[in-house]
């Protein structure tokens, strides 16, 4: 399975953006970009995924470089709920589609 | 709310003892996962169901391990002769589709402390 890297912490001020980046070199070209956010307490959940193009929802926008190689999720006015650890794994295309986490982005906001 | 839930939330026991974990996931979602989360680090996957059939274990799973998803519908996992390693969250998701596209919707998990 490929594998990502990311910083183990990043800090914000409140309502500013906040750009976590995240490298995967061996990415494969069917290989799917998921983001998950887990906040204190709680179980992850789902924030974004992509495969090629970039994409935006509700919660967050997901810039995908042209090569695949590394992406970055980007919370557009952050708050203090968005205060989280934040995952980029990698999805293949076959099997069971479990995920490979890794320790992620710690973010804390500050007020 | 019909999210997934997972009962109880924490347990405490004692070396050597039994325990068992049950997870009620998303109505109608036929993919089921568990995973383990110990401190300062990322989930890691134990097993995967699909409806009832388990489709995949880790090496994680060791024999004191048990996963079952009778019906299809909630699952147990269950830790016989807990050692302190076994302290850790463990998380339980579902997932409507399978599919590199789709996500999969976690519980909030159950702590487990070994003492």
């Known amino acids: 399975d490929a594998k990502t890297t990311q910083p183990n912490s990043m800090e914000s001020n409140e309502e500013e953006p906040v750009h976590l980046p995240c490298n995967h070199s061996?990415?494969?070209?069917?290989?799917?970009i998921h983001w998950y956010r887990q906040l204190p307490s709680q179980g992850p959940e789902y924030v974004i995924h992509g495969l090629t193009s970039n994409v935006n929802n509700r919660m967050a926008s997901l810039a995908i470089a042209e090569d695949r190689k590394s992406s970055t999720l980007i919370l557009h006015r952050a708050t203090l709920r968005d205060a989280a650890v934040y995952y980029c794994?990698?999805?293949?295309?076959?099997?069971?589609?479990?995920?490979?986490f890794g320790t992620g982005t710690r973010l804390k906001v500050l007020a | 709310d019909t999210g997934v839930s997972q009962d109880p939330r924490h347990k405490i026991t004692k070396r050597g003892q039994n325990v068992t974990f049950r997870c009620d996931p998303i109505?109608?979602?036929?993919?089921l996962y568990w995973y383990r989360q110990t401190l300062g680090q990322g989930p890691e996957f134990l097993t995967y169901?699909?409806?009832?059939?388990?489709?995949?274990k880790s090496r994680l799973l060791s024999d004191r391990f048990s996963a079952e998803r009778p019906k299809g519908s909630f699952s147990t996992l269950e830790i016989q002769r807990t050692e302190q390693g076994d302290s850790a969250m463990y998380l339980c998701a579902s997932s409507a589709r399978q599919g590199p596209s789709y996500e999969q919707y976690f519980g909030p998990g159950t702590r487990l402390t070994v003492t």
């Open positions: 109505s109608e979602h036929n993919r």
């Open positions: 169901f699909q409806n009832e059939a388990q489709l995949e």
């Open positions: 794994i990698l999805r293949a295309t076959s099997g069971t589609y479990k995920y490979i």
């Open positions: 061996t990415i494969s070209g069917t290989d799917y």
